[in-house]
């Protein structure tokens, strides 16, 4: 749009003269102009072009001028509007002041009495256009503006506008929303046809939350993300957050927030009473606790939440709620309950699995000691743990419920859920097992070097699904076996992703049911359930013997957690279905002590950060949304897109700081790509092989190689790309064993990279060139392998525990290394790791490391439970 100026500039030379540009939304650009008939600033605010092709101007201008004639204190009203050289504009005041969106980002949150005082303000003028039959449907602190004090609706009808025109479907389509998701109704988010006044409402209630709480009642990585908690979840108690929230004003945003509009206050009118008066709200409406029972609900450690039709019906409170709840998971009700744990530890699980009949959750996690298997049947207060699992991975019950099989190391074993002493399973040859489910109580299903196969009762494997080599399919993830024999699994596009299928182990028949990014599916009681990669969780009745989907998915519950390298920790059984909902992240400094500082706060996915050799930016990407390359300066705390290409991620620094390679799609495939940070145009390519994707996660000294790691046999292999353009590849490391997360030392003459050859992932350090004499750095498990700029330490976390650290160990380099001392130095468990690249990095003064943090300093973790999900699946299908 950058012309528009001008030929706006020449259209309305005699109307508007404009003076700069403002800002821009996602339905208009902003321009300061000067009113020449009237002699006054104004605002003049310019369609998007897509916008106005898709709705078509002249009609979004009828429609607009509707709203000419609100005239309300609190409104700011609609000057003039019209299309000049094919550009369509409307113009409004221009208000010298800020708008609450600024003050927020300023202030984070507002003393209570200004918050309730803007928050009726606005509700009066809703009050006054819903009485004129204008709905505004975008209500968020964008749009109210504070002048002298006093609160100022902006760009009313707008949205509404954009509804009514013909190309309203059609802007759907694009992906492009009439509505911001934060702050987005139940209804509205479903696409109801009709949008009401209380979707209003339902917006004002969100403002008023995050003018009270500092961010709206529900969050996530993607506006999708987002709609599923707006569907399923209930906002966090304002009184838990800030205790000087009087219980009325609570009872009042809470009312607004109803899933159901039945539920909200009747008028925008009875809200800003409810703000004021207490009891005005009689009370907080059925199934959510009030703020008083939220406060002894939350000291016990355990939340029960329901919501409408669009999430779980209201059920009444169970008593006797303490670590958990008393749930009743033999018999399915007919109204769905969500069920909140928070489990005795800040360290989430790795995995959960529910019991065949939905009474007990098997729990992959770490209580003070080595990770091991926790059960805690959903009638009790308290998990217990299962001796001699320490070290498991994977967890699954056997189809009585009597038996938990798992891996520890590469062994399979199975303990019995009642306790003892675990039982190893059979195995007659050496494989590298990556999954093992039950076929029957005395058989199993194992994922191993990439395909699936049969493990018999007398060790034997017989494999019947090898990955397809003439598509480059990486590997094949085994998820459940079906109650008939076949197999729920997953074909790797790129790890850990696919399209969701069924494969009969009998005649190795593949029926893909979910094509999607799917990062896990299982199947319970006629409900097909899977994760998208960005964590949202999805679920759709399933017909197992047409084998297909009968209605098309739905979100439900909230966003999963991202375990990188296994499952994502969620499960599902006849009882119900739970998960370990994703926690808010942040870019972090740690100095060497623990502390941290927040370099970057915003709840986005970061991934891969890496400091430049100077210490001055940090290069990493986001998993959400557009994924991109992006630079942080650390100096002036900016953050500016870096990448421009798809599906840019993995950055890593050159030797001489001047520019980055990076990841990216290229030919249907994703490939290594060199920028130079003065650099023009689109990235340089530097190798493309196919589907098979290679990343670059160091380079060595002379900035001639770079050290790649590929998956080749559902294993992790080291490779070294040629950075002069020939595309020449070298295998560094090949064995039946994962060999990933390299780093070349400073000087050259030390890699160091992990390797499961030992049964487990450790640390090692070997000579470069040559890879001379080998040295394991790390002690009982180790991982994520990063040098300090001057070569002297080597950094990594610790593995094998529930509480992991940052390790420093002093390495002396020549032809014979060997590791000097071994220095914890703070816990990280709250900090995430990744595959096959370190998620962290240190800066060059060697005192601190960047890392993302996901959850807050003494946050416990949280496992939801989803009783009789096909019941909130019906529920859904009847509100539409």
Not at 209 to 237: K, S
Not at 318 to 343: D, E, H, N
Not at 562 to 569: D, E, N, Q, Y
Not at 727 to 736: C, K, Y
Request: hydrophobic share 40%; net charge neutral; charged share 20%.
């Amino acid at each position: 749009m950058t012309d528009i100026p001008g030929r706006l500039a020449t259209s309305l030379a005699d109307r508007y003269r404009i003076e700069r540009e403002l800002g821009a939304g996602g339905m208009a650009v902003v321009y300061l102009a000067h009113d020449v008939r009237h002699d006054r600033k104004v605002a003049l605010k310019v369609l998007r072009a897509e916008l106005a092709a898709i709705l078509g101007g002249e009609r979004f201008l009828k429609e607009i001028r509707t709203t000419a004639n609100l005239q309300h204190p609190h409104i700011l009203p609609l000057h003039d509007s019209g299309e000049a050289d094919g550009v369509v504009f409307y113009v409004m005041p221009y208000v010298e002041g800020e708008s609450l969106r600024d003050r927020l980002a300023r202030d984070k949150q507002l003393p209570v009495e200004e918050a309730v005082r803007i928050g009726r303000e606005v509700a009066g003028a809703l009050d006054y256009a819903h009485r004129h039959n204008v709905v505004h449907r975008d209500i968020k602190p964008e749009n109210i503006l504070l002048h002298d004090g006093q609160a100022l609706v902006a760009d009313f009808g707008i949205a509404l506008a954009a509804a009514r025109t013909d190309g309203a479907s059609r802007l759907t389509e694009t992906g492009m929303s009439l509505g911001t998701p934060q702050y987005m109704a139940p209804e509205q988010a479903m696409g109801e046809r009709e949008v009401t006044a209380k979707a209003d409402i339902y917006a004002l209630g969100c403002v008023v939350y995050e003018m009270l709480a500092g961010e709206p009642p529900f969050m996530g990585p993607t506006a999708q993300a987002i709609i599923a908690r707006v569907m399923t979840e209930q906002p966090r108690p304002l009184t838990l957050q800030r205790h000087t929230i009087p219980t009325h004003v609570e009872a009042a945003v809470f009312t607004a927030l109803e899933k159901l509009p039945a539920d909200r206050h009747a008028t925008a009118s009875a809200f800003a009473e409810a703000l004021v008066q207490p009891g005005a709200t009689h009370g907080v409406t059925a199934g959510r606790p009030g703020p008083g029972a939220a406060r002894a609900s939350a000291a016990r450690r355990t939340r029960l939440s329901t919501a409408a039709p669009w999430a779980v019906a209201a059920v009444a409170l169970l008593a006797g709620l303490g670590i958990g709840a008393r749930v009743l998971p033999r018999r399915t009700p007919s109204s769905p309950v969500r069920l909140s744990i928070m489990a005795p530890t800040e360290t989430p699980p790795i995995a959960i699995r529910l019991s065949p009949d939905g009474s007990t959750l098997a729990m992959v996690l770490g209580r003070g000691e080595r990770l091991a298997i926790y059960t805690r049947r959903l009638s009790e207060l308290e998990p217990r743990r299962l001796e001699g699992t320490e070290d498991a991975f994977t967890a699954s019950w056997s189809p009585n419920g009597q038996w938990i099989a798992f891996i520890t190391g590469n062994q399979p074993r199975r303990v019995s859920a009642a306790g003892g002493a675990p039982i190893a399973i059979p195995l007659r040859v050496a494989a590298g097992l990556t999954a093992l489910e039950w076929a029957d109580n005395e058989s199993y299903i194992v994922g191993v070097d990439g395909g699936l196969a049969r493990l018999a009762a007398d060790g034997t494997l017989q494999v019947f699904a090898r990955p397809d080599s003439a598509t480059l399919e990486p590997a094949l993830g085994l998820d459940q076996v079906l109650p008939d024999g076949r197999v729920v699994a997953r074909s790797w596009r790129s790890p850990p992703n696919g399209p969701v299928m069924i494969i009969d182990p009998q005649t190795g028949r593949r029926d893909t049911i979910v094509d999607a990014d799917a990062a896990w599916a299982s199947y319970a009681d006629g409900v097909l359930s899977w994760t998208l990669t960005d964590g949202t969780l999805y679920a759709a009745p399933f017909d197992l013997g047409a084998t297909r989907l009968t209605t098309p998915g739905r979100p439900v519950g909230g966003i999963v957690l991202s375990v990188l390298g296994f499952l994502p920790p969620v499960t599902i059984s006849a009882g119900g279905l739970a998960y370990a909902p994703t926690r808010p992240r942040a870019l972090v400094r740690v100095e060497r002590n623990g502390i941290a500082r927040i370099l970057l706060e915003a709840d986005r996915t970061y991934h891969s950060p890496r400091v430049s050799p100077d210490g001055r930016r940090i290069a990493l990407d986001f998993t959400d949304q557009q994924r991109d390359v992006w630079l942080f300066d650390v100096a002036d705390s900016t953050l500016t897109r870096f990448g421009f290409d798809s599906a840019a991620h993995d950055p890593t620094w050159l030797p001489d700081g001047r520019g980055l390679l990076f990841a990216a799609q290229r030919g249907g495939g994703i490939g290594v790509v060199r920028r130079r940070l003065d650099a023009s145009g689109a990235a340089e390519s530097v190798l493309v092989r196919g589907q098979q994707q290679v990343t670059v996660h160091a380079v060595t000294r002379d900035g001639r190689t770079g050290l790649a790691v590929a998956i080749t046999n559902n294993v992790f292999d080291l490779y070294g790309v040629a950075l002069d353009g020939t595309g020449r590849v070298d295998t560094i490391l090949g064995t039946r064993y994962s060999e990933g997360w390299p780093a070349m030392s400073p000087d050259g003459r030390l890699l160091a990279y992990q390797s499961d050859e030992s049964g487990r992932m450790e640390v090692y350090v070997r000579s470069w060139p040559g890879l001379g004499n080998k040295i394991q750095v790390s002690q009982a498990g180790g991982t994520e392998a990063v040098w300090s700029r001057d070569g002297t330490e080597l950094f990594y976390r610790s593995g094998g525990g529930a509480e992991p650290w940052l390790v420093a160990a002093r390495i002396d380099g020549g032809p014979a290394p060997r590791v000097r001392s071994r220095q914890q130095l703070f816990s990280v468990s709250n900090y995430e790791f990744a595959t096959p690249h370190a998620n962290y990095d240190v800066f060059p003064d060697g005192r601190s490391f960047v890392m993302v943090r996901q959850g807050r300093p003494g946050q416990l973790s949280e496992v939801v439970y989803l009783q009789n999900v096909r019941g909130l699946l019906d529920l859904q299908a009847r509100s539409r």
